[in-house]
């Protein structure tokens, strides 16, 4: 299970140092600690807080949507609109989320967009790509099934395990 | 609400293959059928059933075209 500093997790949830070593004290994050001993969150209890924190703090706009089956909203101001006579380019601050959107210039001009207008960018659960830090993907290469990886030269036996435990190092 | 998407087709449930993660929704558009994979969580929050009235969406940049030859 990843875990992150305190510093790396008050990054990615956008507060400040303080007020992550806050919540740890008051329980509100459990802490544990990393390989070396110091001070850390458990990335699953960080992820959870993280998702709970945006759900409360979300606009209210992104609320009025009608029942859809896209799982994926981010609702935010339109920045920019670039049109051409066929499409359009439209990009959306979602919070720290720069998003942008190319449709037709027909559906741009249907709904309007100009920039400073509340959209919603919706993006089907099935196009979203999910990458890793690649610290992590050495880390738990070795416990995926031998059949999915394809090294790109012969590793020596014994290869992984031995990368695997210099990543934890 | 107004959707960006340029086809919009108004269509009937006809069938829900639902897996752990994914559910294969089958659908009539007056006589054509179009099939949704989406989630079995987006299932649930529509209250999906077969007979439900839907519209099944489809971004223009998304639709393969096809001719006789």
Do not use: C
Not at chain 2, 15 to 43: H, P
């Amino acid at each position: 299970m990843p875990v992150f500093r305190i510093r790396q997790a008050a990054d990615l949830l956008g507060v400040s140092y303080d007020t992550m070593l806050r919540w740890t004290d008051s329980g509100r994050i459990s802490k544990t600690t990393d390989s070396s001993g110091r001070l850390a969150v458990d990335g699953a209890a960080l992820a959870e807080l993280a998702r709970e924190r945006a759900e409360s703090g979300a606009p209210a706009g992104g609320a009025q949507a009608a029942a859809q089956s896209m799982r994926n909203r981010f609702t935010g101001l339109v920045t920019r609109v670039v049109k051409d006579t066929v499409m359009a380019q439209v990009e959306i601050q979602a919070g720290p989320h720069r998003i942008v959107s190319l449709l037709s210039r027909e559906a741009a001009d249907e709904l309007g967009l100009e920039p400073g207008m509340l959209a919603t960018a919706a993006v089907k659960a099935t196009n979203v790509a999910v990458e890793v830090p690649a610290a992590m993907v050495r880390r738990s290469r070795s416990a995926l099934p031998a059949t999915r990886v394809i090294p790109r030269r012969s590793p020596r036996p014994g290869h992984a395990a031995a990368a695997a435990r210099s990543a934890r190092r | 609400m107004k959707l960006s998407a340029r086809n919009q087709v108004p269509a009937r449930v006809v069938a829900i293959n639902a897996g752990e993660a994914i559910a294969n929704v089958e659908l009539d558009a007056d006589g054509v059928r179009l099939v949704a994979s989406i989630t079995v969580e987006a299932v649930r929050d529509l209250g999906l059933a077969v007979g439900s009235e839907v519209t099944a969406v489809i971004k223009a940049s998304d639709v393969i075209l096809a001719v006789a030859g």
